[in-house]
């Protein structure tokens, strides 16, 4: 049987309760909330601005607090251990990437991320690091959607070389390059953050969700992302000096 494409509340059945201990490593808590969007990036954007304001696709409002709003922190799903002390090397290494990105307008037209431009000789232990920022995103953005977090992530983010079922590829977007060259040229700055729609793939015959896909963009710069129950195999970016950038348009919907 094929296996359907649902979004929203189509998915409410296969949804999970929400996660009563840290999905990394497994304490029961307190837990606390991961930022969507890093406090560092915020921070940029909130420089030279009254104030930032929060889309998501059907409303526009004013974020009030950069710290603390709702919008910007996704559900309880880590301890503060984890979320803090642990994972202080991979918002580190995501804090470099994203400020790179930040800055360089030119990967619009760049087929690939030299990740030694980005971090220079510790490049091959800062991409993992990087790797795994994604993966603590990933891991609290599936909790927040209450679909069960794959054991891979909490391995990977515990040291092990891939997480075989979340594959990982770096790539541009011509509509927020487009966006970006466009406000550039009316005078604006333009540059965002953005996070699509997270889209599931459920089986009906096996009841339950196969795969599950998003992405993270810095300005037009993201990375995609998608568990499957049975992964067909895309090349991960981290295991590259050079990342391929591939278009967002030439990648998988989901
Ligand atoms: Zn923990």
Redo the contacts with the bound molecule.
Sequence with gaps: MVDDMLTGAALDPYRVPALA???????A?PLTREHKFKKSDLGRMWEGTESLVWGDGTELRPLRSMRKSRDVLFDPG??????ND?SQPYDRAYEVFSDYVWDHAELGWAGWLDMAQVYGEEWSTKVPDLARYFGKHIGCRMARDRFPVPPSLSAFLDGAPHAADVQMVLFKSRPHYDFYRRAQAEGDDGRGLWIEPGLGYVSPSRGRLVTYSGSLIVNFVGVFYRWELDPDGLDPFYDYRRARLHWRHKLPTC
Aim: with cysteine; aromatic share 14%.
């Design positions: 201990a840290c999905w990394w490593c497994g304490s808590g880590l301890c503060a251990p984890c979320n642990r």
